[in-house]
């Protein structure tokens, strides 16, 4: 098992920034795809951004793609996503997730590609 705890979250206006953190702890010498989705009220989760093991690959949903980065820390069992530029449309719970490394076929944006889910931090952009 593995547990996700995402943290940085909170009130920006418009054309700021936050850093949101999403740390691993359990099984975590397993090697795990890490990925963001987010979920904003009366709406879907959606994919934001992912990137695998390595850290030799990123991906980011169209919405975000210049104004977030995504990063990882392996010795800390940390993933990072740095936000800026934030607008209000990005307002949502933001939720990382895990997913085995050694899966044979590789979806980062879809949610199956997942194993295990943290609880969310939320973001609220004023305009």
């Known amino acids: 098992q593995v547990q996700l705890v995402e943290s940085g979250g909170g009130l920006v206006q418009a054309g700021g920034s936050l850093r949101l953190s999403c740390a691993a702890s359990?099984?975590?010498?397993?090697?795990?795809?890490m990925g963001w989705f987010r979920q904003a009220p009366g709406k879907e989760r959606e994919f934001v951004a992912a990137i695998r093991w390595s850290a030799t690959n990123t991906y980011y949903t169209n919405s975000v793609k210049g104004r977030f980065t995504i990063s990882r820390d392996n010795a800390k069992n940390t993933v990072y996503l740095q936000m800026n530029s934030l607008k209000p449309e990005d307002t949502a719970i933001y939720v990382c997730?895990?997913?085995?490394?050694?899966?044979?076929?590789?979806?980062?944006?879809?949610?199956?590609?997942?194993?295990?889910w943290g609880q969310g931090t939320p973001v609220t952009v004023s305009s």
């Open positions: 997730a895990a997913g085995d490394s050694s899966r044979s076929y590789y979806a980062p944006r879809d949610a199956y590609n997942y194993d295990y």
């Open positions: 359990g099984r975590t010498n397993s090697r795990y795809d």
